[in-house]
């Protein structure tokens, strides 16, 4: 089984690259924003909190996060690994998704950061909201907000794992096919390890 932890800031271009690593590899991808954003749109108290973090740029509390990603790794059991988008964001959870993997005889195979820089990603960001519609790609200061929260957040959950010779950084800038291909040969080295 080849469990991926794809990363990156928003805009980084994770969601783009999970499709076509989904279509070479077979992987079930788990974007914890997707699955956010649908409770998020559900209209539930829970959704209404989400919503109000969210829209804000803030994080979601880790325990409901890792509800989410326990029961959608326990609904796919046939899978032949999985991407895990959006999760881990903090060192606590990339511990707690270690253990639960660990439970299940399962560990990260690999952890890949899509790197791209600050302007960049405010570009990406806001065409992105031209086309979906989404508030929080329109707003500059709530996508500062969110690059600024992955920096201090996030980024040290690139430490943890290079703790455990799981890390690897890809270049994200460049034609999709191109940063596919890098991503695919990394991959591709850590399944041949």
């Not at 195979?109 to 790609?137: C, F, H, P, W, Y």
Request: no cysteine; charged share 25%.
């Amino acid at each position: 089984m080849f469990n991926l932890v794809i990363f990156g800031p928003p805009g980084s271009g994770k969601g783009t690259q999970s499709e076509n690593i989904i279509n070479k590899y077979g992987l079930v991808h788990l974007s914890t924003g997707d699955l956010l954003r649908a409770e998020k749109n559900s209209g539930s108290e829970l959704g209404n909190k989400i919503k109000e973090l969210i829209d804000n740029g803030n994080l979601v509390p880790d325990s409901l996060v890792e509800e989410m990603v326990k029961k959608n790794v326990a609904n796919n059991k046939e899978a032949a690994g999985f991407i895990f988008d959006g999760f881990p964001r903090t060192t606590t959870q990339a511990a707690w998704l270690d253990n639960m993997l660990a439970e299940q005889g399962q560990s990260v195979t690999q952890m890949l950061a899509l790197d791209v820089d600050d302007n960049e990603l405010r570009n990406r960001i806001l065409e992105r909201g031209k086309v979906s519609g989404r508030a929080d790609d329109q707003d500059e200061n709530i996508i500062n907000n969110r690059i600024a929260v992955y920096h201090k957040q996030t980024q040290p959950v690139i430490d943890f794992y290079s703790a455990q010779g799981k890390f690897v950084s890809v270049d994200g800038i460049g034609s999709l096919d191109d940063v596919f291909g890098r991503i695919s040969d990394a991959m591709d080295k850590a399944m041949q390890n």
